[in-house]
């Protein structure tokens, strides 16, 4: 009898103890609990401690409140141009309302998943391969109002559709990447090109530049030549008429300009014969008695009108040596430029006056000596 009760104890304990449990629910943070009463919905238990009713209340469903995200596998997709790709997807999604969720539809994330699919199929059916591959932004944008709209009665919110990766056939990504390096390689070409005009125009330019200051170089060296010989002209005039050699400084220059004859480089040999100094003792003699003939010594008069008129010929010859390398300045230039009116736009130089090559003034117009 005492075995019975003490039995009859155990169970009434361990009953109490189920008791207690069953009508005790913890429910941890970010989840819900639905509970049924009889099999009808009771309520939604909160996080927290909740208290049921034991062996009338019971948890139908405990779902994840926290945001979720799923990975489908690579779904094959035909474009418009007949070319299937595979897509591979991933989803953002978060429960709002677990009753919905546990009473609209019998399992979510299944039909989640082929919501997607289809959807996909029919967003990617519309595009071309090349258009597919650079429009991801508005098919996911697609993607996700479609699947929010639809998943709105059943309590979930899609956040966010994202593609993964779109994988065309190999073949097709094999002409790709033919197609890039094609496109790399024309890019390459054109630039090379472009750099090689550049540098034949610079070069050209260089070119151009330079030719122009060389021929202004050289149209200036021989102005200075043409003026240094007007005045090496007028200073010899000036010197020859002012002394009036005689005979004897004449013949004083024949016999110096003996040994440069001798030095040229095409004599190998000059032989001086004896008959020849004879004639040169006697020409010394006979010059040693002009002495005191008359018109040898230096004569104190000038013909002025003389001298002037050889040195303004003096002065107008190279005159027109200066007019004539300006002008074959100019038509260098020209040629240089391309531009045939080149050779009005440079100046001509100023022609040297008569008066500077006479010594009477320079070309200021200043006088440069007095003459007596």
């Known amino acids: 009898m005492e075995a019975v009760i003490g039995v009859l104890i155990i169970v009434i304990v361990v009953f109490a103890i189920v008791t207690l449990l069953r009508s005790v629910r913890i429910v941890p943070q970010q989840r819900m609990d639905v509970v049924e009463r009889l099999g009808k919905y009771k309520r939604t238990l909160s996080p927290g401690l909740n208290l049921l009713v034991p062996f009338v209340d019971s948890v139908r469903s405990k779902v994840d409140m926290r945001e979720q995200v799923v990975s489908f596998p690579p779904q094959p997709v035909?474009?418009?141009?007949?070319?299937?790709?595979?897509?591979?997807?991933?989803?953002?999604?978060?429960?709002?309302?677990?009753?919905?969720?546990?009473?609209?539809?019998?399992?979510?994330?299944?039909?989640?998943?082929?919501?997607t699919v289809t959807t996909l199929r029919n967003v990617i059916g519309s595009l071309d391969l090349e258009r597919a591959l650079t429009s991801r932004e508005e098919i996911n944008r697609h993607l996700s109002t479609v699947l929010d709209e639809t998943t709105g009665r059943w309590g979930i919110k899609v956040t966010r559709v994202e593609i993964k990766a779109i994988e065309p056939p190999p073949s097709?990504?094999?002409?790709?990447?033919?197609?890039?390096?094609?496109?790399?390689?024309r890019r390459a070409t054109i630039l090379n090109a472009e750099g090689h005009k550049q540098a034949q125009i610079l070069t050209a330019e260089g070119e151009k530049q330079a030719a122009v200051l060389r021929a202004d170089g050289d149209r200036q060296s021989r102005i200075l030549q043409a003026e240094g010989q007007a005045k090496a002209i007028r200073t010899v005039f000036d010197a020859i008429h002012t002394a009036n050699p005689s005979q004897k400084v004449l013949a004083y220059q024949y016999l110096q300009a003996l040994p440069q004859i001798a030095n040229g480089t095409a004599n190998k040999v000059w032989i001086v014969p004896t008959e020849l100094t004879k004639a040169l003792e006697g020409m010394g003699g006979a010059l040693g008695g002009l002495a005191d003939m008359v018109g040898d010594k230096p004569s104190a008069k000038v013909d002025s009108a003389a001298v002037e008129k050889e040195a303004v010929a003096a002065a107008e010859a190279a005159a027109a040596e200066a007019q004539k390398v300006n002008d074959?300045?100019?038509?260098?230039?020209?040629?240089?430029?391309?531009?045939?009116?080149?050779?009005?736009?440079?100046?001509?130089?100023?022609?040297?006056?008569?008066?500077?090559?006479?010594?009477?003034?320079d070309y200021n117009g200043v006088a440069s000596r007095e003459r007596a």
């Open 328 to 361: 074959q300045v100019r038509v260098a230039e020209a040629e240089v430029t391309g531009d045939p009116d080149r050779t009005a736009a440079l100046p001509a130089p100023e022609p040297i006056p008569p008066s500077a090559a006479l010594g009477g003034a």
């Open 172 to 185: 097709i990504r094999d002409s790709m990447e033919k197609q890039m390096r094609a496109e790399r390689e």
């Open 78 to 115: 035909i474009t418009s141009d007949n070319l299937v790709v595979s897509i591979d997807t991933v989803l953002y999604f978060k429960v709002v309302d677990p009753v919905r969720a546990t009473y609209e539809i019998a399992n979510f994330l299944q039909a989640i998943e082929q919501l």
